[in-house]
């Protein structure tokens, strides 16, 4: 549900209050990641390197927007991803997502 969290607030006091893209791309990537981690090893994990999105509809406070990740390829430890944004039947945001499938033990070293 859109709500003071994730909603735009650098139009002023009475500007419109929707969805940042920001927290949409935020939701995106977190509906791969859940989508991704019942088939990874133990230890493995998957982070964030390309997202190409568009957001096509502002949804306004309150409005429930629902996240889906169609899993489309694996190539190596590259696993990619179609991305959707829904309010009811239109789509707030679409496009692809890409993570990269990490060992969370070495990552960052």
């Known amino acids: 549900m859109v709500g003071e969290d994730n909603a735009i607030?650098?139009?002023?006091p009475g500007g419109a209050r929707v969805l940042s893209t920001p927290q949409m791309i935020l939701f995106m990537e977190r509906t791969c990641r859940e989508l991704a981690l019942p088939a990874l090893e133990a230890g493995q994990d998957t982070v964030?390197?390309?997202?190409?999105?568009?957001?096509?509809?502002?949804?306004?406070?309150?409005?429930?927007?629902?996240?889906h990740a169609e899993l489309t390829g694996v190539v190596k430890r590259r696993v990619q991803f179609n991305v959707r944004a829904m309010m009811g039947d239109v789509v707030v945001g679409e496009g692809t997502h890409e993570r990269a499938i990490i060992d969370v033990k070495q990552f960052g070293q």
């Open 9 to 12: 607030n650098f139009l002023g």
């Open 48 to 67: 964030g390197t390309h997202v190409n999105v568009y957001h096509r509809k502002a949804a306004p406070m309150g409005a429930t927007v629902v996240f």
